[in-house]
Each structure stands twice: as structure tokens, then as C-alpha cells.
């Protein structure tokens, strides 16, 4: 029992905060992670020498999570942004490359480590770097992707960040440099 479970706590609607457990092989260490949704939150690490030890820490979060009404969110909790750059060439070069590398493991972190979603892959090609994001709360998981690019130096300025919520095909420009484009993933 190694998966990584986010539990998350719904007020009308929307998550307000969030619950998850998550095991390190390599360290052995079981991390619980809880805290308001947007916020970093608080974590606690248990070091784990037996697997009995590991199951019955799954078994006491997720009895936590449910006594306190938390749920595992449904797919149509999600809306997906995508963060979009364009390329300086047609499939892109060693620069365009690492920035993909990069803008990924940031957002990934920081979308997670705030309890707001994760990095879902990315498409490159046709002059265009889309990297995906599943986020629980569409304005603070908007304002989180901005707020790492600014404060990371990822090219903050020439992204393009666009969604769309479940269950619909086309996106929405949400922040550009110039917001009269429009917007296309390819």
C-alpha cells in the first residue's frame, strides 16, 4: 500500500482543504501532508521500518479523512489549465527543452505542495509547449501557476496560461502578454 491518496474536504462545492499520505521507498518514510487548499499546509513525517507499519498509518489517515469528511475527489473535480510557451523553433531547441523540464517539476511541486493539483504531461510540437495541469480550485490553482512562473523565472511573461472545466473541449484564455489572441493548443 504505496499509492499516494489527496483527500480533500468540500464546502459547497469547492475543496477548502486537503488531506494526503504518500510513502518514500528509498528514505522509508511515510509523509502526511494537511492544510488549506492554496496554502502550503502542514506535514508530518513517520519513519516506517515494517509494512504493518506503513498499512496501519494508511488505515489511520484515511479514517481521519473520512471522520472528518474528507472524500477522494471524482474527475470532474478537475479542470485542466495548460501552461503554453511558444517554441523558438517548429519542434523546439536544448533552451525550450529545459524549459519544459523546469516549468513541469515547479509547477508540479508547487501545485502540490499547496494542495491544489499536479502536473498532468505536457505536448511539444508545431511551435508550441503545452504543459497540463489538473487543479482542484480553478481561480487559486490560476493564481498559483502565476505566482511560481513570476517568482520561479520561468518565463513568466511570454506564457500563455488557458483551461477548460470538466466535461467541456475548449479552452479559455485566462492570462497572456497580449490578451486580444486568441488561444490554440496547436
Known sequence: ???HLKYYKFDEGIA????????D???????VHKGKVGY?????IHQILEENELQQLYVIV???AEDLGFVLPKEENYSTVVVQY???S????????WLKDKVQDYLDNHLGWHGLGAVNGFDLGAGKLNIFCDVIQLDKGISGIKSCLRTSRLDYTQARIAYKTFGTDV??????KNMNLSFELI
Open 62 to 64: 484515511k479514517q481521519e
Open 40 to 44: 502550503q499546509g502542514q506535514r508530518t
Open 90 to 97: 517548429k519542434f523546439g531547441n536544448k533552451r525550450d527543452l
Open 171 to 176: 479552452y479559455t484564455l485566462a492570462y497572456a
Open 1 to 3: 500500500m504505496t499509492e
Open 16 to 23: 477548502t482543504q486537503y488531506l494526503e499520505i504518500w510513502y
Open 25 to 31: 521507498e528509498t528514505e522509508r518514510k511515510a509523509t
Open 86 to 88: 511558444q517554441l523558438k
